[in-house]
Protein backbone atom coordinates (compact mmCIF):
# COMPACT_ATOMS: atom_id res chain seq x y z
CA UNK A 1 0.00 0.00 0.00
CA UNK A 2 2.91 2.03 0.95
CA UNK A 3 4.50 1.27 -2.66
CA UNK A 4 1.57 2.07 -4.23
CA UNK A 5 1.38 5.56 -2.82
CA UNK A 6 4.88 6.34 -3.80
CA UNK A 7 4.37 5.48 -7.55
CA UNK A 8 1.16 7.18 -7.43
CA UNK A 9 2.97 10.36 -6.21
CA UNK A 10 6.01 10.17 -8.59
CA UNK A 11 3.18 9.48 -11.46
CA UNK A 12 1.04 12.95 -10.73
CA UNK A 13 4.78 14.88 -10.13
CA UNK A 14 5.71 13.73 -13.94
CA UNK A 15 2.22 14.63 -15.26
CA UNK A 16 2.04 17.76 -14.30
CA UNK A 17 5.71 18.21 -15.35
CA UNK A 18 4.82 16.88 -18.93
CA UNK A 19 1.66 18.78 -19.36
CA UNK A 20 2.61 21.41 -21.99
CA UNK A 21 -0.01 23.50 -23.78
CA UNK A 22 -0.54 23.07 -27.30
CA UNK A 23 -1.41 25.77 -29.73
CA UNK A 24 -3.67 25.42 -32.99
CA UNK A 25 -1.20 26.47 -35.84
CA UNK A 26 -4.41 27.07 -38.16
CA UNK A 27 -6.71 28.92 -35.89
CA UNK A 28 -4.80 29.61 -32.69
CA UNK A 29 -6.54 27.90 -29.88
CA UNK A 30 -4.77 26.86 -27.14
CA UNK A 31 -5.14 23.54 -25.75
CA UNK A 32 -4.28 23.53 -21.72
CA UNK A 33 -4.14 20.06 -20.00
CA UNK A 34 -5.36 21.97 -16.62
CA UNK A 35 -8.70 22.67 -18.54
CA UNK A 36 -8.98 19.46 -21.01
CA UNK A 37 -11.88 19.86 -23.72
CA UNK A 38 -15.29 18.94 -21.68
CA UNK A 39 -17.25 19.68 -24.94
CA UNK A 40 -15.19 17.36 -27.41
CA UNK A 41 -14.86 14.50 -24.33
CA UNK A 42 -11.32 15.51 -23.21
CA UNK A 43 -11.53 15.45 -19.10
CA UNK A 44 -9.35 18.00 -17.59
CA UNK A 45 -5.95 16.73 -16.29
CA UNK A 46 -5.49 15.06 -19.95
CA UNK A 47 -1.93 15.66 -21.23
CA UNK A 48 -1.75 16.54 -25.28
CA UNK A 49 -0.02 13.21 -25.54
CA UNK A 50 -3.22 11.35 -24.33
CA UNK A 51 -6.24 13.01 -26.52
CA UNK A 52 -7.50 10.05 -29.08
CA UNK A 53 -6.11 10.71 -32.04
CA UNK A 54 -9.73 11.25 -33.50
CA UNK A 55 -10.00 14.86 -31.49
CA UNK A 56 -10.01 17.58 -33.54
CA UNK A 57 -9.59 21.33 -32.70
CA UNK A 58 -12.98 22.59 -31.20
CA UNK A 59 -12.75 25.74 -33.03
CA UNK A 60 -11.42 25.20 -36.55
CA UNK A 61 -11.35 20.98 -36.72
CA UNK A 62 -8.45 20.36 -37.69
CA UNK A 63 -6.61 17.39 -36.44
CA UNK A 64 -4.11 17.09 -33.86
CA UNK A 65 -0.75 17.16 -36.46
CA UNK A 66 -1.79 20.56 -37.11
CA UNK A 67 -0.92 21.41 -33.34
CA UNK A 68 2.08 22.36 -31.61
CA UNK A 69 3.41 23.09 -28.40
CA UNK A 70 3.05 26.24 -27.33
CA UNK A 71 5.63 28.29 -24.83
CA UNK A 72 3.99 30.91 -22.97
ZN1 LIG B 1 -7.98 25.22 -34.74
Known sequence: M????KLYLRISFKTLN???KYICAICQYI???A???P?????PGTAFE????TWVCPVCGVGKE???PYNE
Open 50 to 53: DIPD
Open 31 to 33: YDP
Open 66 to 68: DFE
Open 39 to 43: EGGIA
Open 2 to 5: KLRK
Open 18 to 20: DMK
Open 35 to 37: KGD
